[in-house]
Nanobody, 127 residues
Framework: QVQLVESGGGLVQAGGSLRLSCAAS????????MGWFRQAPGKEREFVAA????????YYADSVKGRFTISRDIAKNTLYLQMNTLKPEDTAVYYC????????????????????WGQGTQVTVSS
């Protein structure tokens, strides 16, 4: 099973940017479809963005489309989430997730689709 460690969270003013990283170890990074989720206090965990294993296909929640970009660096075994034009409603703990798959084009958008999770990194956007 892959181990995932997120970093890059912090406090930022509305309109600012952050880049989250998710370092993967333990198994070959390229066999995993990857995703980002977030959970705000008192709310359920929600999907943010996802990337396929090898095709570079991506998918975003409507709430972040046009502002966030998911990417992966296979050589560095790292998944990224570039977050621009941040809003106070983006405040949450952000988690990366991984799921091995033989299908290079598949994208998983629900939390139940993923077996491996990181510990999360806090993002706080002040108004």
């Amino acid at each position: 099973q892959v181990q995932l460690v997120e970093s890059g969270g912090g406090l930022v003013q509305a309109g600012g940017s952050l880049r989250l990283s998710c370092a993967a170890s333990g198994r070959t990074f390229s066999i995993y479809a990857m995703g980002w989720f977030r959970q705000a206090p008192g709310k359920e965990r929600e999907f943010v963005a996802a990337a396929s294993r090898i095709t570079g296909s991506t998918y975003y929640a409507d709430s972040v489309k046009g502002r966030f970009t998911i990417s992966r660096d296979i050589a560095k075994n790292t998944l990224y989430l570039q977050m621009n034009t941040l809003k106070p409603e983006d405040t949450a703990v952000y988690y990366c997730a991984a799921q091995p798959t033989a299908r290079g084009t598949v994208i998983f958008t629900t939390s139940k689709d993923y077996d491996s999770w990181g510990q999360g990194t806090q993002v706080t956007v002040s108004s």
